[in-house]
């Protein structure tokens, strides 16, 4: 079985960084997509970033943390990253991973945006941003 754990998170202050990240352990599909998501209670969960295991490794990212985070994935160690930089205190979330096997090499998968039934997830970690 194909399992997600999470690692990283914490308190920043605003303007700082942190870095979450996603390991992948079990029986990985041979291509996939793995996308961070973040949830403020009441709201629902937002799609922030995408990246995938394709040869393009392709990324892409929501508006609310474009420039600021970035996506990065150690193919070889089945783990994948997010930095975050510029931390604001909206940013402050419960962060999960999910994932989703893709059927080919599929170029291009995430920058789509049409992948969302993301069914394997991360237990979620914690990033408060606050002075």
């Known amino acids: 079985q194909w399992q997600l754990a999470q690692s990283g998170g914490g308190l920043a202050q605003p303007g700082g960084s942190l870095r979450l990240s996603c390991a992948a352990s079990?029986?990985?599909?041979?291509?996939?997509?793995i996308a961070w998501f973040r949830q403020v209670p009441g709201k629902e969960r937002e799609k922030i970033a995408c990246i995938s295991s394709s040869s393009d490794g392709d990324t892409s990212y929501g508006d609310s943390v474009k420039g600021r985070f970035t996506a990065s994935r150690d193919v070889a160690k089945g783990t994948v990253y997010l930095q975050m930089t510029s931390l604001k205190p909206e940013d402050t979330a419960v962060y999960y991973c999910g994932a989703v096997e893709i059927p080919t090499d599929a170029l291009g998968i995430c920058s789509l945006g049409i992948l969302n039934d993301f069914n394997y997830w991360g237990q979620g970690v914690q990033v408060t941003v606050s002075s």
């Open positions: 079990g029986s990985a599909p041979s291509y996939y997509a």
